[in-house]
């Protein structure tokens, strides 16, 4: 499985941008799909993850209300909404995906639950 993650750029705050990311390859076997961020100088944290099956959806408290993951199950990509982008939200969005093995919901946001990853996309929000 591949990920292609996009939609990354210069925002002000205040401001929106969605992020697209397109699995490829044996992407039938995903069942969780979801977005990751790194700031600068910090670990990578959990933002938002959705479940093909159920269509489950979890969010990280900093971004609920703000940002919206969906997804085209047909097309194999998840969409991320993200809008009110503050000087905070500034990072590098990631992609991440895993096959249908249930996670419980406490571990959605596990790093180590997700085996495949995109290569990121930079997100600078400007004050």
């Known amino acids: 499985v591949q990920l292609q993650a996009s939609g990354g750029g210069l925002v002000q705050a205040g401001g929106s941008l969605r992020l697209s990311c397109v699995a490829s390859g044996s992407a039938f076997s995903l069942d969780y799909m979801g977005w990751y961020r790194q700031a600068p100088g910090k670990e990578r944290e959990f933002v938002a993850a959705?479940?093909?099956?159920?269509?489950?959806?979890w969010y990280a408290d900093s971004v609920k209300g703000r940002f919206t993951i969906s997804g085209d199950n047909a097309e194999s990509t998840i969409y991320f909404h993200m809008n009110t982008l503050k000087r905070e939200d500034t990072a590098v969005y990631y992609c991440?995906?895993?096959?249908?093995?249930?996670?419980?919901?406490?571990?959605?946001?596990?790093?180590?639950?997700?085996?495949?990853w995109g290569q990121g996309t930079l997100v600078t929000v400007s004050s």
């Open positions: 959705i479940r093909w099956s159920g269509g489950n959806r």
């Open positions: 991440a995906a895993k096959g249908s093995t249930r996670i419980i919901n406490s571990a959605v946001g596990d790093m180590h639950q997700y085996g495949y």
